[in-house]
């Protein structure tokens, strides 16, 4: 089974549309975190929930909204796409408990997002 | 947003030859992780270590947290062309945060 998946794989969309990436983790995590990975490879945080609550958000455009319906799930929903939004997005968790804020994040496979 | 600095960028090593990496940073941080990413997947966690001067292994890999803190290390023996990918370095500084840096990766390729 995939600890952490994330669906779609790939992403192709015209600028201006909105669409969602779902993610859903089966460890039992309680943390669970969205990365943006350009094409340098550079990997940035953009949001992070711990059981449903946000505690990371980075400088991210508010046309990225994500949304964690359980511990389980987050998901990230993004408005009115544009060309410099092309990126791979990887949804990661982590065990984060109080005392555990140092537990290594596990990575789903990615979504590969192309702005025509 | 901050990025760890990872040395070499990129590297060409011959199939049996020993690899060594870097991840450096300004401020001291008191978790350092490595992974490695191959083409198409996510990071995979390889090593993890929470203390000072700790060195683990995992097969043929050896990561060392620095003793000052800012740095760690990375060394791959016997190198075999499946080491070929993206390793990053991610640094966690202080308590009460969720957040890791992550480094610029190191590109290795191996040649048979």
């Known amino acids: 089974d995939t600890a952490v998946s994330q669906t779609p794989k790939y992403l192709v969309t015209q600028m201006g549309n909105d669409k969602s990436i779902k993610c859903e983790q089966n460890?039992?995590?309680?943390?669970m975190y969205w990365y943006k990975q350009d094409s340098k490879k550079f990997l940035k945080i953009m949001f992070s929930y711990n059981n449903k609550e946000l505690i990371i958000n980075e400088t991210v455009p508010n046309r990225f909204s994500p949304k964690s319906p359980d511990k389980a799930h987050l998901n990230l929903h993004i408005n009115s796409l544009e060309l410099g939004d092309s990126a791979v997005y990887f949804c990661a968790s982590s065990q984060g408990d109080r005392g555990l804020f140092n537990q290594p994040q596990h990575f789903g496979d990615g979504t590969r997002l192309s702005i025509l | 947003g901050q990025q760890l600095n990872q040395s070499p960028q990129s590297m060409f090593i011959q199939e049996g030859e020993d690899v060594s990496m870097n991840c450096t940073s300004s401020?001291?941080?008191?978790?350092w992780l490595w992974y490695k990413q191959d083409p198409g997947e996510g990071p995979v966690l390889l090593i993890a270590l929470y203390k000072a001067g700790e060195l683990t292994s995992n097969g043929r890999l050896t990561a060392q947290f620095g003793i000052t803190r800012k740095d760690s290390f990375l060394n791959i023996s016997a190198s075999i062309p499946s080491d070929v990918g993206i390793y990053f370095c991610?640094?966690?500084?202080?308590?009460?945060?969720?957040?890791?840096?992550f480094g610029t990766g190191t590109r290795l390729k191996v040649l048979a």
């Open positions: 401020s001291i941080f008191n978790t």
């Open positions: 991610a640094g966690r500084s202080g308590s009460g945060t969720y957040k890791y840096i």
């Open positions: 460890l039992g995590h309680d943390t």
